[in-house]
């Protein structure tokens, strides 16, 4: 077992140890999501493609802990009023107002910050600077969301990608 498939375990234990159960799925699409996370039936789900990396898978996994835990500590297992609604018309493709887009935001944001935690909590060994990386790349996804009412397209992900590699590289951890 590789340095990666023993981080995935560790983090599969961590969830597992708060009632959530981790299931594995191949990747229905190509630009398909990650991960997901139902909190009705305290359940993540990754989905994985041959080209992913372990840390792409790992990356994506503790997104969705951090939404398990944000849920938990930070919203005492409610949600804000509206935020279910607004998130089944984002999953169905329907326009959602700016108020809808915020609420989706500051619940992301809330995931976000607990990025760092589950990292020091499982002992990841990858560096730091790629869950940095990743963080501020999901920030300025759902901040253009927010902002301009659709997801960056391909071209856009693919310069701001370029543009935060060359901020947070091996330097910083």
């Known amino acids: 077992m590789g340095i990666r498939d023993e981080e995935l375990l560790r983090l599969?234990?961590?969830v597992e140890g708060m009632g959530i159960k981790v299931f594995y799925h191949t990747k229905p699409v190509k630009n398909s999501v990650g991960a997901t996370w139902d909190m009705?039936?305290?359940?993540?789900?990754?989905?994985i493609a041959k080209r992913?990396?372990?840390i792409d898978t790992i990356l994506n996994f503790i997104h969705e802990i951090g939404h398990q835990i944000s849920?938990?500590?930070d919203d005492n297992r409610t949600h804000p009023k509206g935020l279910l609604e607004a998130q089944s018309k984002e999953n169905m493709n329907k326009?959602?107002?700016?108020?809808?887009?915020?609420?989706?935001l500051e619940s992301?944001?809330?995931g976000l910050k607990w990025w760092s935690v589950i990292y020091d909590d499982t002992h990841m060994k990858f560096p730091k600077y790629k869950l940095y990386l990743a963080r501020e790349f999901d920030t300025w996804w759902y901040m253009y969301f927010y902002q301009v009412g659709r997801y960056p397209t391909t071209r856009e992900k693919r310069a701001k990608y370029k543009e935060l590699r060359g901020i947070y590289n091996k330097d910083m951890d």
Request: charged share 45%.
């Open 95 to 104: 326009p959602l107002t700016k108020r809808e887009r915020r609420l989706i």
């Open 108 to 110: 992301e944001l809330k």
């Open 40 to 47: 009705e039936n305290n359940l993540i789900t990754l989905f």
């Open 71 to 73: 849920f938990v500590r």
């Open 12 to 14: 599969r234990r961590y």
């Open 52 to 54: 992913d990396s372990k």
